[in-house]
Nanobody, 115 residues
């Protein structure tokens, strides 16, 4: 069973950038689809981005397309989310996700974007 630990969240001004990292352990990293989800205050958890085992295929929510970039380093068992041009509406708890028939979640990292 894979365990996921996120880092890199924080407080940033609108227009700024952050890079989230998620280190996976306890499983064969390459077997998992990896992704990021987020939960804004008072709202449901929502999809942000996902990529396949090689990183050759990426998928993004329309709200983050062209601003966020997901990538993975299989040698480091780490997935990243580079977030640029951040907006206040990007404020949320960001969760790392691993999927191999079922979902596994990290504990989440808070991202707050001030206007």
């Amino acid at each position: 069973q894979v365990q996921l630990v996120e880092s890199g969240g924080g407080l940033v001004q609108a227009g700024g950038s952050l890079r989230l990292s998620c280190v996976a352990s306890g499983g064969i990293f390459g077997d998992y689809l990896m992704g990021w989800f987020r939960q804004p205050p008072g709202k449901e958890r929502e999809f942000v981005a996902r990529l396949n085992w090689s990183g050759s295929r990426t998928y993004y929510a329309d709200s983050v397309k062209d601003r966020f970039t997901i990538s993975r380093d299989n040698a480091k068992t780490t997935v990243y989310l580079q977030m640029n041009s951040l907006k206040p509406e990007d404020t949320a708890v960001y969760y790392c996700n691993a999927n191999r028939g079922r979902d596994y979640w990290g504990q989440g990292t808070q991202v707050t974007v001030s206007s």
